[in-house]
């Protein structure tokens, strides 16, 4: 892997990261697995392109766009709280809802954002390299989210939001309601997914509603591969391991693209095979260390 | 800490693996959305033309496998390759190398609208470094060779992904070819290739012909809507050639192997004649050629007029 394909890694990493803190927060903190997802980040960017080509400024239309999202995983977690729809039914119910509806948004499947003004402007107009500005912008966005989200969960919101995740019963006698808790954390959690497909999309040059597909395989694969390489005890480990763990898989697919084994001939359509066996090799050389390390020592 | 140098020394190894290119005359990278029949013709075709004109040329092929990140991974990677030129075959694709490339050719393939994607700012002047071939099907020439097929249709039914942009532009010249016609369309739209089946049977004993448009998830699925139109006796139509073969009724087209060639030509010009693509008109196909399928025919219950058999370029038996 190269510099290019370096940087890209990264900064894919960084975008994609804000997915999967979200990610994070419902399946981890709130233990609500949210397929919402895959239909809130081509929402995001389908809010963020429509307000960019109807002139809002784009450091605004990011804002609305996860207020979309937030909006959409809200009617997930009342789905789930208020008609006692199973969370997984019930994100899925929203998740393809949420394609026609992005199609509504845009008018039509994709969108183009090419030519127009996107959030990178500011930094490539101070001289920044292309290759180099989102890698920075999505980078500090990515920092000052996982710092926020620090404070929150440190917040009483926050407390309330990993007990009733932990303890759902306890949560609830000593009087929290976990209805709304789980009501706005879903809608946080998409909310962050939604800036996600907000940025994706002004990198990529286009808002399309196919882009959320497998959006959950990779925040679930980059929790775990965080978890799994860089620790999950605590509030702040974990957050900081998510992060990290999206730009570990990320750079997996980047391995996977450039590979090449000698004689041995990987064809283009063995990517997704070889991202996930790279994706398992990161989740079980912990495992195979911590043996080796144990019969070492006995 | 351990698992980090684990890391750094796969990525070296990475790094001291990859081979530096051989002596060849160009390098190409090309990036394509997914692999299915047309969009792999395109290419074959691309690859087959530079070949023929005596171009060594060595190619970095990348296949999304219709993920958007890692298209937008792919582009990021053909600027560490940097090829003389890169062929972005499908939407997507082409846009997110539109976004990242700015000083490499880029020729876009199996695109419909041009203009709509951004790619280009208008069809004659492109004006950046993208330019390449539009996939837009003649719609009227379509429309009237099914109505040569059932001249007293009242409606024809469309299939296609509404989440596909080429797609959609497709069937809106379709509706509007239709409307001219004074016939109904019926339109059945499907998120994914597993909808095709329940899509075609909506359509039975609506329609006298259904149009399957050059739509990816449609024609991944295409056996479906021919198993309807076997057991219904409907003429079933396709936007491409390469369709027929595989058993509709006939199409005009469009065949991805020579649009693929014809983009290949446009290489040649850029690089060996140094064109500029900025100054390239995106293109159409120049060749149609109108093929029909005899056994499809007898299965759909069909005559095939002898207007359309004396012209036929290719009879499939």
């Known amino acids: 892997m190269s510099y290019y394909a370096f940087i890209g890694a990264l900064e894919q990493g960084f975008v994609y990261g804000l997915m999967v803190l979200g990610v994070y927060l419902t399946f981890r903190v709130l233990e609500f697995p949210d397929l919402t997802v895959d239909g809130s980040l081509p929402l995001g960017a389908a809010v963020a392109s429509v307000s960019i080509t109807a002139g809002v400024p784009p450091y605004l239309a990011i804002f609305l766009a996860m207020g979309a999202g937030f909006l959409a995983g809200m009617v997930t977690g009342i789905l789930n709280t208020k008609f006692k729809i199973l969370h997984l039914l019930a994100s899925i119910l929203t998740m393809i809802a949420l394609y026609s509806v992005n199609i509504r948004i845009m008018g039509r499947p994709n969108m183009t954002l090419l030519g127009k003004p996107t959030v990178l402007d500011p930094l490539e107009a101070m001289g920044m390299a292309p290759s180099l500005a989102p890698l920075a912008l999505f980078g500090t966005i990515a920092v000052v989210i996982v710092c926020l989200l620090i404070w929150f969960l440190h917040t009483e919101w926050g407390q309330s939001m990993l007990a009733t995740g932990d303890n759902r019963q306890m949560i609830t006698s000593q009087g929290v309601n976990t209805h709304i808790v789980i009501i706005l954390g879903v809608g946080l959690s998409n909310s962050l997914v939604a800036l996600s497909g907000a940025l994706v999309c002004q990198s990529q040059g286009a808002a399309d509603v196919n882009m959320g597909v497998g959006t959950i395989v990779a925040g679930l694969a980059s929790v775990i591969v965080g978890e799994t390489v860089f620790g999950h005890r605590g509030v702040i480990r974990p957050l900081i391991a998510a992060l990290l763990g999206s730009i570990v898989y990320r750079l997996a697919i980047a391995l996977a693209l450039g590979l090449e084994l000698g004689a041995f001939s990987v064809t283009p359509s063995d990517l997704n095979l070889i991202t996930a066996v790279l994706v398992v090799i990161a989740l079980v050389s912990p495992q195979i260390k911590s043996k080796v390390l144990s019969r070492a020592n006995s | ?317």
């Open chain 2, 1 to 317: 800490m351990a698992q980090l140098r684990v890391l750094i020394a796969a990525v070296v190894l990475v790094l001291l693996s990859a081979t530096t290119a051989l002596a060849q005359d160009y390098t190409i990278s090309v990036s394509q959305i997914v692999e299915h029949p047309a969009l792999d013709a395109t290419r074959q075709g691309f690859m087959d033309y530079l070949k023929e004109q005596g171009l060594e040329v060595e190619y970095n092929v990348h296949i999304a496998q219709g993920n958007i990140a890692t298209a937008n991974q792919i582009a990021n990677q053909i600027m560490d390759e940097g090829p003389d030129l890169v062929l972005a075959i499908a939407t997507p694709t082409a846009q997110a190398c539109a976004q990242r490339i700015r000083n490499i050719p880029v020729l876009a393939a199996a695109v419909t609208d041009f203009v709509g994607a951004g790619l280009v700012k208008s069809m004659e002047e492109p004006g950046a470094n993208v330019t390449g071939l539009t996939d837009m099907t003649p719609m009227d020439q379509h429309m009237e060779l099914m109505l040569e097929f059932v001249p007293d249709a009242k409606a024809v039914g469309v299939i296609y992904n509404a989440g596909e942009d080429n797609s959609v532009s497709l069937v809106k010249y379709l509706r509007e070819e239709a409307k001219k016609k004074g016939v109904k369309l019926e339109e059945a739209t499907i998120q994914n290739s597993s909808g095709v089946l329940q899509a075609a049977r909506s359509l039975v004993g609506k329609v006298q012909a259904i149009y399957i448009p050059t739509d990816n998830t449609v024609v991944t699925a295409l056996e479906s809507a021919m198993k309807v139109a076997h057991e219904n006796a409907i003429p079933l139509f396709s936007g491409d050639t390469d369709s027929v073969e595989r058993g509709t009724l006939a199409s005009l087209g469009f065949d991805y192997y020579n649009m693929g060639r014809q983009t290949g030509a446009m290489a040649y010009r850029i690089l060996k004649e140094e064109a500029n693509p900025g100054e390239m008109p995106v293109e159409t196909l120049q060749e149609l050629s109108l093929w029909v399928n005899l056994d499809a025919a007898e299965k759909m219950g069909v005559t095939i007029p002898e207007s359309v058999l004396e012209r036929a370029d290719t009879v499939l038996e």
